[in-house]
C-alpha cells in the first residue's frame, strides 16, 4: 500500500470516526464512578479510627486497603475480558448492589475479619464497575474520547476527594458506624445505573459488535511485540503512580498529625486538597490530551510533580498544603489519558484493557499499601515518605512508549 493510499486511509477514519458525545450519560455514569469512589475512598479514610478501635498495627491497617484494592484488580481485568466478548449492561446495577451489602456490613463489623469480608465485597462492586464504566465512557464519548474518559475518571477521583471530607464530617463524629450513611450513596448508584443500562442495551441494538480483523505477516508481528513492550512500560509507569498515590493518601495523614500535632480531621482536609486538584487534573488532562497528545501529556504529568513531591517530605505546614495542591493536579493530568493511551494501544479491547489498566493500578496501590506500612513498621514514617518521594521521577520511561501517530499507523496496519 503507497504513503499516499495509506494517508488517505487514516483521514477517512478519522472522519468516519467523528460522532458526537452523548452527555446525558457521560455524566450518568460519571456520577456512578463518584459514588463508587466516594465508598471505595471511605477505607483509607477509616483507617485512623480502625486502627485505634481495634488496635491495628500498621501493617494491618494497609492490609485492609489490600483487600479492598486486590480484589478489584484481580477482577477487572477478567471481567472486562468476558464483556468484550459478551457485552453485559445489567452487570452495572449488580455490581453497586455488592458494594451496598459490603458497606452495610463494613458499619456493623465487630471484629478485623469481618471488616476485611466488608471490604472484599466493595472491592467486588468495583471490579464489576469500572471495566463496564469505562466502556460505557468509550461508547458515549464519540470520537472525543480523552474528553469522554476525563468526564467519566473526574467522578471517581472526585468520590476520593469526597472521602478524605467525610472523615471530618462522618467518622471523626460517628466512628465506624458512619459508614451506614454511604449506604445511600450505593442506592442512588443502582438506581442511575439501571438508567445507564437502559441506554447501554439500545446503543447495543444499534451498533452490532463486528469482530476486528488482525493483519497478517512479519510485519504485525512486529507491532505485537512493540506493543507488549509498550504495555509493559506502561505497566511500569502504572506502579509509580500508584505506589505514591497510596503513599500519600495513606500515610501522609499520619505524618501530618506526628508532625505538626493535627487532628485527625484538618489532617484529612490536607489530603482531601491533593484529592480535589487531582480531579480536576485529571477533568483537564483529557481534552488537553485530545489537542496534545497522549504520551506528552503522560510524560509531563509525572514528571512535572516530581520536584513537589521531592520538596514535600522536608515542607511546613503551610508548604506542604501548597505541594499537595500542585502535585495532586499535575500528577493526576495523566490520570485518565493512560486508559486512553491504553485503549488506543489495544484497539478493540476496550473492557479488558481499561480492566487491566485500572485494575491494575488497584493492585499495585494495594500492594503499595502493604509493602510501605512494613517498612514504617520497620524503619520509620519519616523515612518511607522521603524515599516515596523519587518515585515520580520514573516517568522518564514515558520516553520509551509509542507516539500517538506511531499508534495511528499501528491501528491503520491492522485493518490492512
Request: no cysteine.
Given at each position: 500500500?503507497?504513503?499516499?493510499?495509506?494517508?488517505?486511509?487514516?483521514?477517512?477514519?478519522?472522519?468516519?470516526?467523528?460522532?458526537?458525545?452523548v452527555?446525558?450519560?457521560?455524566?450518568?455514569?460519571?456520577?456512578?464512578?463518584?459514588?463508587?469512589?466516594?465508598?471505595?475512598?471511605?477505607?483509607?479514610?477509616?483507617l485512623?479510627i480502625?486502627?485505634?478501635s481495634?488496635?491495628?498495627?500498621?501493617?494491618?491497617?494497609?492490609?485492609?486497603?489490600?483487600?479492598?484494592n486486590?480484589?478489584?484488580?484481580l477482577?477487572q481485568?477478567l471481567?472486562?475480558?468476558y464483556?468484550?466478548?459478551?457485552?453485559?449492561?445489567?452487570?452495572?446495577?449488580?455490581?453497586?448492589?455488592?458494594?451496598?451489602?459490603?458497606?452495610?456490613?463494613?458499619?456493623?463489623?465487630?471484629?478485623?475479619?469481618?471488616?476485611?469480608?466488608?471490604?472484599l465485597?466493595?472491592g467486588?462492586?468495583?471490579?464489576?464497575?469500572?471495566?463496564?464504566?469505562?466502556?460505557?465512557?468509550?461508547?458515549?464519548?464519540?470520537?472525543?474520547?480523552?474528553?469522554?474518559?476525563?468526564?467519566?475518571?473526574?467522578?471517581?477521583n472526585?468520590?476520593?476527594?469526597?472521602?478524605?471530607?467525610?472523615?471530618?464530617?462522618?467518622?471523626?463524629?460517628?466512628?465506624?458506624?458512619?459508614?451506614?450513611?454511604?449506604?445511600?450513596?450505593?442506592a442512588?448508584?443502582?438506581?442511575?445505573?439501571?438508567?445507564?443500562?437502559?441506554?447501554?442495551?439500545?446503543?447495543?441494538?444499534?451498533?452490532?459488535?463486528?469482530?476486528?480483523?488482525?493483519?497478517?505477516?512479519?510485519?504485525?508481528?512486529?507491532?505485537?511485540?512493540?506493543?507488549?513492550?509498550a504495555?509493559?512500560?506502561?505497566?511500569?509507569?502504572?506502579?509509580?503512580?500508584?505506589?505514591?498515590?497510596?503513599?500519600?493518601?495513606?500515610y501522609?495523614?499520619?505524618?501530618?498529625?506526628?508532625?505538626?500535632?493535627?487532628?485527625?480531621?484538618?489532617?484529612?482536609?490536607?489530603?482531601?486538597?491533593?484529592?480535589?486538584?487531582?480531579?480536576?487534573?485529571?477533568?483537564?488532562?483529557?481534552?488537553?490530551?485530545?489537542?496534545?497528545?497522549?504520551?506528552?501529556?503522560?510524560?509531563?504529568?509525572?514528571?512535572?510533580?516530581?520536584?513537589?513531591?521531592?520538596?514535600?517530605?522536608?515542607?511546613?505546614?503551610?508548604?506542604?498544603?501548597?505541594?499537595?495542591?500542585?502535585?495532586?493536579?499535575?500528577?493526576?493530568?495523566?490520570?485518565?489519558?493512560?486508559?486512553?493511551?491504553?485503549?488506543?494501544?489495544?484497539?478493540?479491547?476496550?473492557?479488558?484493557?481499561?480492566?487491566?489498566?485500572?485494575?491494575?493500578?488497584?493492585?499495585?496501590?494495594?500492594l503499595?499499601?502493604?509493602?510501605?506500612?512494613?517498612?514504617?513498621?520497620?524503619?520509620n514514617?519519616?523515612?518511607?515518605?522521603?524515599?516515596?518521594?523519587?518515585?515520580?521521577?520514573?516517568?522518564?520511561?514515558?520516553?520509551?512508549l509509542?507516539?500517538?501517530?506511531?499508534?495511528?499507523?499501528?491501528?491503520?496496519?491492522?485493518?490492512?
Open positions: 500500500m503507497s504513503l499516499t493510499t495509506r494517508t488517505a486511509g487514516l483521514k477517512a477514519a478519522v472522519s468516519a470516526d467523528a460522532k458526537p458525545a452527555m446525558r450519560i457521560l455524566l450518568a455514569i460519571s456520577l456512578v464512578h463518584l459514588l463508587n469512589d466516594t465508598i471505595q475512598g471511605i477505607i483509607p479514610a477509616i485512623p480502625l486502627k485505634g481495634m488496635s491495628l498495627s500498621y501493617m494491618q491497617a494497609g492490609l485492609i486497603v489490600f483487600v479492598l486486590m480484589t478489584s484488580s477482577l481485568p471481567i472486562g475480558l464483556a468484550d466478548r459478551h457485552p453485559s449492561p445489567y452487570m452495572l446495577p449488580l455490581g453497586v448492589g455488592a458494594t451496598f451489602f459490603g458497606v452495610l456490613g463494613l458499619a456493623f463489623a465487630p471484629s478485623y475479619a469481618l471488616v476485611l469480608f466488608s471490604v465485597l466493595i467486588l462492586g468495583s471490579a464489576v464497575f469500572h471495566p463496564e464504566g469505562s466502556r460505557v465512557a468509550y461508547m458515549a464519548g464519540g470520537s472525543r474520547r480523552g474528553m469522554a474518559q476525563s468526564v467519566y475518571q473526574v467522578g471517581g472526585s468520590g476520593h476527594a469526597l472521602a478524605s471530607v467525610m472523615t471530618a464530617l462522618v467518622f471523626v463524629p460517628f466512628r465506624q458506624l458512619g459508614a451506614l450513611w454511604f449506604t445511600f450513596a450505593a442512588l448508584g443502582i438506581l442511575v445505573q439501571f438508567y445507564i443500562a437502559k441506554w447501554y442495551t439500545d446503543y447495543l441494538a444499534a451498533h452490532p459488535h463486528v469482530p476486528r480483523k488482525s493483519g497478517e505477516g512479519a510485519g504485525r508481528t512486529g507491532i505485537r511485540k512493540r506493543t507488549a513492550a504495555v509493559l512500560v506502561l505497566i511500569f509507569l502504572v506502579f509509580a503512580r500508584s505506589w505514591y498515590q497510596s503513599g500519600v493518601s495513606i501522609y495523614p499520619f505524618h501530618f498529625m506526628e508532625r505538626f500535632g493535627m487532628g485527625l480531621d484538618r489532617a484529612s482536609m490536607y489530603i482531601f486538597l491533593f484529592s480535589a486538584a487531582g480531579a480536576i487534573g485529571t477533568f483537564v488532562g483529557g481534552p488537553l490530551s485530545d489537542r496534545l497528545g497522549r504520551r506528552n501529556v503522560i510524560f509531563g504529568s509525572m514528571l512535572g510533580s516530581a520536584p513537589f513531591a521531592l520538596l514535600l517530605p522536608y515542607a511546613d505546614e503551610l508548604w506542604s498544603l501548597v505541594l499537595l495542591t500542585l502535585n495532586g493536579f499535575i500528577m493526576l493530568l495523566g490520570f485518565s489519558v493512560t486508559v486512553v493511551y491504553a485503549q488506543e494501544l489495544i484497539p478493540g479491547k476496550v473492557g479488558t484493557v481499561s480492566g487491566l489498566i485500572v485494575g491494575l493500578a488497584f493492585g499495585l496501590g494495594a503499595g499499601a502493604v509493602v510501605l506500612g512494613s517498612l514504617v513498621d520497620a524503619l514514617l519519616n523515612i518511607v515518605l522521603k524515599g516515596l518521594s523519587f518515585l515520580p521521577l520514573l516517568g522518564l520511561f514515558t520516553y520509551f509509542p507516539t500517538d501517530r506511531t499508534l495511528k499507523v499501528w491501528a491503520a496496519q491492522s485493518t490492512d
